[in-house]
């Protein structure tokens, strides 16, 4: 069987090298590429097909939710790992929800980053050993029948998407060209998700957004 083929992306220089050489250093496992924020990851992903992908959670041009979720969408073959500091739930179930199937604090033992490499290429969840295991059976057994269905649920995936760019601020050029499709489908989502959830403007998208738990006021503040 071959070697794990791992894509590493961080925008801190130390990070990736120290992550590159625990990496290579497993006999079961090699660095194929490095990125320093998430559109670099997206684009070395779309060309060298790695098995799985790690990801620091705040990062520069694309954070490690919207890499996450684009490559998942223009090559579905890699696994995500988010490598992050931060410990909050409400990140973890942002993560899963993103297809992500790893979550490593980076305060974590390093034997989790390779745990987590391992288990992800296998298909199966894997959270840091010191984050409380609840959160992946919450998120896994999906929400109660009984809970209340609101508007976020009847976007499109591609609306839902497109929702939280605008939500985190970002403008309609670069949402195109982050999906590259043309300004006026952007305008077109954007129309559509505002009616959808009878929502006008961009500070209301967000506070809706961080109503609902797509967006953490606290992580993006960083």
């Not at 894997?126 to 209340?148: F, M, W």
Request: glycine residues 6%.
């Amino acid at each position: 069987m071959g070697k794990i083929r791992v894509l590493i992306t961080d925008d801190h220089d130390i990070v990736r090298s120290g992550l590159k050489q625990l990496l290579n250093d497993q006999p079961d496992m090699e660095v194929i590429g490095e990125a320093r924020d998430g559109r670099e990851a997206l684009d070395i992903a779309k060309f060298l097909h790695p098995d799985v992908v790690t990801l620091d959670l705040t990062m520069p041009n694309l954070d490690g939710l919207e890499a996450a979720a684009l490559i998942r969408e223009v090559n579905p073959r890699p696994q995500m790992v988010i490598f992050t500091m931060h410990a909050k739930s409400g990140s973890v179930r942002q993560v899963l929800a993103s297809g992500a199937l790893g979550y490593v604090l980076k305060a974590s033992p390093m034997s989790d980053i390779l745990k987590a490499i391992k288990a992800v290429h296998r298909g199966e969840y894997y959270l840091s050993s010191n984050l409380n295991s609840e959160v992946i059976h919450k998120y896994v057994t999906g929400r109660k029948a009984n809970d209340p269905v609101n508007g976020y649920d009847f976007l499109t995936d591609r609306e839902q998407q497109v929702f939280c760019f605008v939500a985190k601020g970002h403008s309609t050029d670069q949402i195109a060209d982050v999906f590259c499709i043309s300004i006026k489908t952007v305008e077109k989502h954007r129309s559509s998700i505002m009616r959808k959830l009878n929502i006008h403007d961009r500070f209301k998208l967000l506070k809706y957004a961080i109503k609902i738990g797509i967006v953490d006021p606290e992580l993006w503040e960083d």
